[in-house]
């Protein structure tokens, strides 16, 4: 008898152990996911408001790139790699652009450390040379926010200017 209730009392601590691993797994996944759905709004926020900026100024709004999508998420996943920010490899960046989008013009910010899309702005527009970019005679963004390990977020936009003819 003692071994029958050992032996169940196994199976029901596997049992448990089971349970608990697949329902951490998850949690994590839902927390992935929720933090990934936090990003892409903070994303869909900056460029909402460097496009208000710009409206405000007179000046036509940006459009998402997706070859600047992906190379701005390069360039973050590479700052975030190097523990710093930084326009390492920038020409690499600008190259692509010009040959891949026919790209007439690019320019690049990068920050860190804010925690909203509103104080990332505000350190840009308080910055000459990234509201420069902000402001400057482009058509077309990438955004990029990732947040590293220890849960603190790197920015990237890329800028770039598309000829007329091309319109997308």
């Excluded at 600008?94 to 804010?114: I, K, P, S, T």
């Excluded at 910055?127 to 990732?146: Q, Y």
């Amino acid at each position: 008898m003692k071994t029958y209730f050992t032996k169940i009392s196994r199976l029901i601590l596997c049992a448990f152990i089971v349970i608990a691993a697949v329902s951490c797994s998850k949690d994590s996944s839902v927390e992935d996911d929720v933090e990934q759905l936090q990003i892409q709004s903070m994303e869909e926020e900056i460029l909402q408001l460097v496009n208000s900026h710009r409206e405000s100024l007179g000046y036509n709004p940006l459009r998402f790139n997706d070859l600047a999508n992906t190379l701005a998420y390069e360039h973050t996943t590479y700052m975030i790699s190097q523990n710093d920010i930084s326009h390492d490899d920038f020409d690499d960046r600008a190259d692509r652009l010009f040959d891949d989008e026919n790209a007439r013009g690019v320019g690049e910010n990068v920050a860190y450390g804010q925690q909203s899309a509103q104080a990332v702005m505000t350190a840009w527009l308080n910055s000459p040379g990234h509201r420069r970019n902000i402001e400057g005679d482009f058509t077309h963004i990438g955004i990029a926010v990732i947040r590293n390990a220890n849960g603190v977020y790197y920015f990237t936009q890329l800028f770039l200017k598309k000829p007329v003819e091309s319109g997308v």
